[in-house]
C-alpha cells in the first residue's frame, strides 16, 4: 500500500543517517609541528672583582652595581670573577662571585670589566690571573673596560704601552708607559679607561665615569659583534 511504501522508505532513511552516524571519522590530516624560536644565549661578559677597598659598600653599589645593571639591560650576561671566589660583603651589600680567576677562559667570554673598587694603592696588588686575563683579552682583541685601580691593573698587564688611557694624575705613575689623556672616559681601539670612580668623585668631588665608560664598552662590543 501507500502507506506502507513510505514507512518503507523513511525507514531506509533512518538506517541510512544511523550507520553514517556510526561511521568513524576519517583521520585528521597531520599538521607539520613548527619548532617554537628560542631566544639565543645572553652572550657572557667576565668582571673581574678586587677583594680589597678603601670603601667597598660604596663601590659595589655605586660602580659595580651600575655596570652590572646596564651591561645586562643591554642584553649581556655579567660573570663576577675574583680570585677567591667567595661573595665580597660589605654592610648590607653582598656581590656574589660566581668564579676564581684561576678557572677564567678567556675564550669564553666577549669582553671584560676592570672596575676600581676602591683598591688600596700601596701598592695596587692586582692577583697575578687578572693580570693574565687582560694580556690574553687584548691580544684577542676583545673590548676591555677599566676605572682607576682597574686601570692600573692594565698598566701592570702592560697591555697599555703605548696606548692612551685615562687615570687620575697622581696614580699616572702607574702606567710609565702609557699615553695619559686626563682623567675623562678615554678610548683607544678596544680599551676603553676612565680615571674618576665613585670613591674618587665622593673625594674630590670630580666627575663619576661609571656610566660613561659602561655605555662606551656596551657600543664596543656591539660594534665587534
Do not use: W
Not at 670589566?113 to 676602591?118: D, H, S, T, Y
Request: some cysteine.
Amino acid at each position: 500500500s501507500t502507506v506502507s511504501r513510505h514507512l518503507s522508505i523513511g525507514l531506509l532513511v533512518v538506517a541510512v543517517v544511523f550507520v553514517g552516524a556510526c561511521a568513524p571519522a576519517a583521520a585528521p590530516t597531520p599538521v607539520p609541528a613548527t619548532a617554537m624560536p628560542t631566544a639565543p644565549p645572553a652572550k657572557k661578559v667576565l668582571l673581574i672583582a678586587q677583594e680589597r677597598s678603601e670603601d667597598m659598600e660604596l663601590m659595589l653599589n655605586k660602580e659595580v652595581g651600575v655596570m652590572v645593571s646596564m651591561l645586562e639591560a643591554a642584553g649581556y650576561e655579567p660573570v663576577v670573577a675574583s680570585a677567591s671566589g667567595q661573595p665580597i660583603v660589605a654592610g648590607a651589600t653582598t656581590l656574589t662571585s660566581d668564579m676564581k680567576l684561576a678557572d677564567v677562559k678567556v675564550d669564553d667570554y666577549v669582553g671584560f670589566v676592570f672596575p676600581c673598587m676602591a683598591v688600596p694603592m700601596d701598592p695596587p696588588m692586582p692577583p697575578p690571573e687578572a693580570l693574565e686575563i687582560a694580556k690574553q683579552a687584548v691580544a684577542q682583541g676583545k673590548p676591555v673596560a677599566a676605572q682607576v685601580g682597574g686601570v692600573a691593573t692594565l698598566g701592570m698587564a702592560g697591555v697599555l704601552d703605548g696606548k692612551q688611557f685615562a687615570l687620575f694624575g697622581e696614580m699616572a705613575s702607574l702606567v710609565p708607559k702609557g699615553i695619559r689623556k686626563g682623567m675623562g672616559v678615554v678610548q683607544d681601539g678596544n680599551i676603553i679607561t676612565s680615571g674618576v670612580c665613585p670613591f674618587l668623585a665622593k673625594a674630590f668631588g670630580f666627575q663619576d665615569g661609571t656610566s660613561e665608560l659602561t655605555q662606551k664598552f656596551i657600543d664596543a662590543l656591539a660594534a665587534s659583534g
